[in-house]
């Protein structure tokens, strides 16, 4: 299916997920071939951290070249996207199990939760593509919240190795254009829960 997100703005925040991040990025690429505005927002982990999956430099240094904007590493950068109706739309991708928590609770103690939180005012739709190995243990209860928060949505999700972490689970990111384009609508992409990844 293709996708035209001509004159949408787009938030894409990262957090620690890292060995998601190609995938995010190749999904990234398809939303800015769709015409949409991108913004790009970074944790203070994803900012800072190089791991075996890659440079933090490189990494924003990506956002950068494909948003055509510096991305937003503070909270009091993040702050504004709520007061001046910046997004019309805000991605979570990947969404750690750490920042998932937090979400659900209420804190905004970094960039991204910040802008979350500030964008979540406007009654306008939040997506999370989940990365964690805890999802079916101790934040499974925070996924039901979130489940049943109004304007946050899910890019469906499942078990990425049964076997080997039967707790974790992960979005299924070439689902992230039709949950957008979803949730734009206030609508649930289903089915929610998908075969294992």
């Known amino acids: ?16 997920s890292f060995c998601t991040y190609e995938k995010i990025f190749e999904a990234v690429e398809q939303l800015k071939e769709s015409g949409a505005n991108l913004y790009t927002i970074f944790s203070d982990h994803a900012a800072s951290m190089d791991t075996r999956f890659g440079n933090c430099e490189d990494f924003i240094e990506r956002a ?8 937003i590493v503070t909270i009091p950068g993040a702050e504004p996207i709520g007061p001046k109706s910046i997004l019309d739309v805000l991605v979570i991708a990947p969404c750690t199990g750490n920042t998932l928590s937090k979400l659900a609770n209420g804190i905004s103690d970094t960039p991204v939760l910040m802008a979350a939180k ?17 999802a079916l243990g101790m934040n499974l209860k925070n996924i039901g919240i979130l489940l049943n928060t109004k304007n946050i949505y899910f890019v469906p999700f499942g078990q990425d190795n049964y076997r080997g972490k039967p707790n974790s ?6 689902f992230l254009p039709d949950t957008i384009l979803k949730a734009l609508a206030h609508t649930q992409v289903q089915p929610v829960i998908v075969s294992p990844a």
């Open 64 to 71: 950068r070249s494909l948003s055509g904007r510096e991305p």
């Open 118 to 134: 500030s964008h979540l005012r406007n009654n306008k739709p939040l997506v999370i593509a989940l990365s964690t190995n805890d």
């Open 1 to 16: 299916m293709d996708f035209d997100f001509h004159g949408k703005n787009i938030g894409i925040a990262f957090t620690g």
């Open 169 to 174: 689970m992960t979005a299924h990111i070439n």
